[in-house]
């Protein structure tokens, strides 16, 4: 009996090391975390470290307060100073969740979004000057009789029973406008300059994928503008003829998470088309790629243009993902509540339902973990609370703000 079990013992050890490194053990590094097969295994990382990073085994385990349940599609969360969260829900609606935990009725003052496919109320930014001025910020899908495109707007929230929003005004609309259901972008993220940027998409239709190698359309950008819509001087395509002197960076597919470094760097996270999600950092006037060069393929599993994933002129991702994750909003989590994470960037997963975690060193991603496996819903934004905890809503019929705490 003992020697049999030895025997199968030595054999499953066999196994394990016939299939390469075993998955992490806390605290160590092993195999990558994704292992599924690539869409397009012919395609090489520029460097080492791309994609499929050693994975990572922090040992942590979430405890789970649904603060809020039945949103409507929730997309995005943020902390107002005072302390209350504000939650937009898809369909239309900005919700207020109360210190009391209570959640409010829709805020009204918003003007109409167009809430089809992907489209609706999106992003949301709180103003730096808040405990001033009482802005917030949002990003929605707005129609123009049969085409719509990406908006972001501001107004001064006046909290209450009924809370409502004043003054709006839509201080950047994106152009051309198409007839598409499909990527709007749509975060929102204030530089410690008090520029804001805003990241889009490129509305998937082939028309509108062509735009986001052009200069003269917002489609397929980050966008950089004042806080009062008007455009920074120091922009990159100022002054230069035929190009929106918005833009910051371009060759973008679709971008729905953006967030600041602790040094104010920002960097972003857009959806691949079949495989292809990428990270960046996006610094002025560069391009990055979409869709001249992109790892992945179409969903057909065709090459995605000439099937190239570099070319002189264009930035490689920071890093990629083959298959997909479908990432949705994220943060740099320096907070001390999950010591393990800190210095570690959280980016939300749709389609796998966790939130991923990096940890970058010297601008590069040397490993990669899975946190929060069983959250049990699609995971659109993150967001690291002035308490240290993760919050995240998960993008359901059903939605929920979820409060994470370290459990046991
Ligand atoms: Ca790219």
């Not at 975690?357 to 496996?373: A, I, M, P, Q, S």
């Amino acid at each position: 009996m003992r020697a049999s079990l030895l025997t199968a013992s030595a054999a499953l050890a066999a196994a394990l090391a016939a299939c390469g490194p075993a998955p992490a053990q806390p605290g160590q590094a092993g195999a990558p975390v994704e292992t599924r097969a690539a869409n397009a295994p012919e395609q090489k990382p520029a460097f080492a470290g791309q994609t499929r990073a050693p994975g990572l085994n922090s040992n942590t385990h979430g405890q789970y307060t649904t603060l809020a349940s039945g949103l409507d599609h929730p997309w995005a969360l943020a902390f107002l100073p005072t302390g209350e969260i504000l939650v937009t829900e898809r369909a239309g609606r900005l919700r207020v969740l109360g210190k009391d935990g209570k959640l409010s009725p829709a805020v009204t003052g918003l003007p109409p979004v167009f809430a089809e496919g992907q489209g609706g109320l999106l992003g949301l930014a709180i103003d730096p000057n808040y405990a001033s001025n009482g802005l917030v910020y949002w990003t929605f899908s707005e129609a123009d009789g049969s085409v719509n495109g990406a908006s972001a707007a501001r107004g001064k929230l006046v909290l209450g029973a009924q809370p409502k929003l004043e003054n709006v005004q839509v201080i950047w609309r994106q152009a051309p406008k198409m007839d598409s259901a499909l990527h709007f972008g749509g975060r929102l993220v204030f530089a410690p300059d008090g520029k804001l940027f805003i990241t889009t998409g490129e509305r998937s239709i082939l028309e509108g994928r062509v735009q986001a190698q052009k200069l003269d359309a917002t489609l397929g950008k980050v966008v950089r503008i004042n806080a009062d819509g008007s455009i920074p001087s120091d922009n990159p395509f100022v002054g230069q003829a035929d190009a929106k002197p918005e833009i910051w960076s371009y060759g973008h597919r679709n971008l729905q998470a953006a967030a600041l470094d602790p040094s104010g760097k920002l960097w972003t996270v857009e959806h691949g088309a079949k495989g292809g999600d990428e990270l960046n950092h996006p610094e002025a006037g560069k391009n990055y790629g979409w869709a001249a060069i992109t790892y992945g393929e179409e969903y057909s599993g065709k090459p995605i243009g000439d099937g190239v994933t570099s070319k002189e002129g264009m930035e490689q991702p920071v890093y990629y993902w083959d298959p997909v994750i479908a990432p949705s909003g994220m943060t740099f989590y320096e907070a001390s509540l999950f010591p393990t994470l800190k210095g570690s960037v959280l980016i939300g997963s749709l389609k796998e339902q966790h939130v991923d975690r990096l940890v970058l060193k010297d601008g590069k991603v040397v490993g990669e973990e899975r946190l929060f496996t069983d959250i049990g819903g699609r995971v659109r934004d993150v967001v690291t609370g002035p308490d240290g905890a993760i919050y995240v809503v998960t993008d359901e019929d059903d939605g929920k703000l979820i409060k994470i705490t370290p459990k046991g």
